[in-house]
């Protein structure tokens, strides 16, 4: 079965914020989440204002309650838009692929998601990720990058269990006085990172043959 | 009638700043943007040096003469192209996307569209946009973005209009008090921003079923 | 006959550098490479450690024995994954238009090319391409800008080699000094940039007909 991901959602809006709008984002993107299998674990309500939003991202990913932090509005190029300049505030690095898959998905919907200018990021492994504020706009960019997530947050989860299962701390020292334990990894390397990467010889089935960055976070 | 969008147009070229060359982009751009029916409402050339560029696109977003801003040369990737640096050096906000829509576009055409280093930026609610040195490329680039500027802009200025021939201020307060205007405004709305914002039921008619960014830019 | 290219790879792995782990990376890049026939003339490992590869892609782009760099490895969003910020660090300029290439080419491939933060960047006149660690993911980038790279690099040599030969320094005054050149000029220019550029009219043929970013370094 797979685990269940924790989420939380940030809503940006100064109406919403101070009761003068219902907002309607927030519980679409909770119903298409949960709908996925994902766990949402937070949705609150934010004015558009840099330092509070920088803020409360920093607490969101200096606690261990979630995998991935949605947000939801102020990326559009209007004055009291800034939540991608408060989101890089805080991050470690930048993702700007996943910024753009969701822009080019985007704009085969309409012309206007080139005005979007939400970027992901990490923060202590957390992945910050900002969404348009419409409920159509947050849908479908979550929904671009929908697949990605869940197959990569699936396979580190998968991996992580392997390895806890097997009681390995230190996979490269373990993979050479475990043997027998090789198969299974060679087949679950095969089916997460596909046939070029850690599959066939023995050589190649250690930690070391997954991609640096998956080998990182999982230790 | 549409209202007649003002644009400025900066060439940035060492040898057409002394005179060595004829510029052919400046009016090539002319050329182009009066045809769609904006008014030029300047044209210069400036060296490709950085400070110059910087404090140029200061004075002309500083004044209230225009709402875009389009360079010309100097994204490339030679010693001298500092057009993109001049450009974010001033920039309250980046809008990756319609840069990245611009190079996309381009590759239909080149592989050298790639290498332009062009950025967008917003600066006191003017935008300011980096086109390609040549002739071609700055008219192409302008080509990629041209219907998304011009229904953008055409929206806000109707909603501007709408606005100011109802004498509403504070939109939020006036909708709760002149429920009479709603239908004109949904009609609007829906038109402009597509069906899923602010159409329907009375509720979502207020300016806070604008999505944020053009809400905040609309008073 | 044409110029090979000279080129430098940085291979960043800590298990590699350790020698705990083979890499195929380096030896798989330098395999196409030589292939397509540039001259590879240095591949050394260091670990992902962000001074460390700064120090040594600033030593490389000091010195001049290369055109451009490859850095394969170090660019996903693990928290040992410093390469792009590394290579940010030291460039003059970054060429984003590059790193978006190489991301939508891999996303035909896989998904998993969106988390590629890799960036490209000119240090010195000297091109900075960060590529991915793998080997497969390592050589599709590679394969997605290598004709870019060629024909641009390519077209370069050869502006450089016609006014090495034709003893042009100051190409403006001496294309006003010997007409006669002009055509060869104009073939070379048609057959480098296009139609567009620098074709047809003596006006048109001399060297501030070039697009700014190549004139500058043809100097």
Redesign the interface.
């Known amino acids: 079965m797979a685990h269940i991901h924790r989420v939380k959602i940030l809503v940006?809006?100064?109406?919403?914020s101070r009761g003068?709008?219902?907002d309607r984002t927030g519980p679409g993107l909770r119903q298409l989440l949960e709908g996925e299998g994902w766990h949402v674990v937070a949705c609150e309500i934010l004015p558009?204002v840099g330092a509070g939003i920088s803020r409360r991202l920093e607490a969101w990913t200096d606690a261990d309650g979630c995998e991935v932090i949605f947000t939801a509005?102020?990326?559009?190029?209007?004055?009291?838009?800034?939540t991608?300049?408060a989101t890089r505030a805080v991050c470690?690095?930048?993702?700007?692929?996943?910024?753009?898959?969701m822009?080019?998905e985007g704009?085969k919907k309409?012309?206007?998601?080139?005005?979007?200018?939400g970027t992901v990021g990490?923060r202590k492994?957390k992945?910050i990720v900002n969404l348009?504020?419409?409920?159509?706009?947050a849908r479908e960019s979550v929904m671009a990058?929908l697949?990605?997530l869940r197959?990569?947050l699936g396979n580190l989860d998968r991996v992580r269990r392997v390895i806890k299962t097997l009681g390995m701390v230190n996979c490269?020292a373990d993979f050479q006085q475990q043997p027998s334990v090789i198969n299974g990894f060679s087949e679950l390397f095969a089916d997460v990172f596909?046939k070029?990467?850690g599959v066939g010889a023995r050589?190649a089935v250690?930690m070391?043959?997954l991609?640096?960055?998956?080998?990182?976070?999982v230790e």
Do not use: F, W, Y
């Open positions: 940006l809006s100064d109406a919403a003068e709008r219902e558009d509005g102020g990326t559009g190029v209007g004055p009291r838009d800034v991608p300049e470690e690095k930048e993702v700007p692929g996943l910024a753009e898959v822009r080019s704009l309409t012309r206007l998601a080139a005005l979007s200018r990490v492994g992945l348009p504020g419409s409920v159509r706009g990058i697949a990605l197959s990569r490269t596909g070029d990467h050589s250690g070391g043959s991609p640096g960055n998956i080998a990182t976070e």
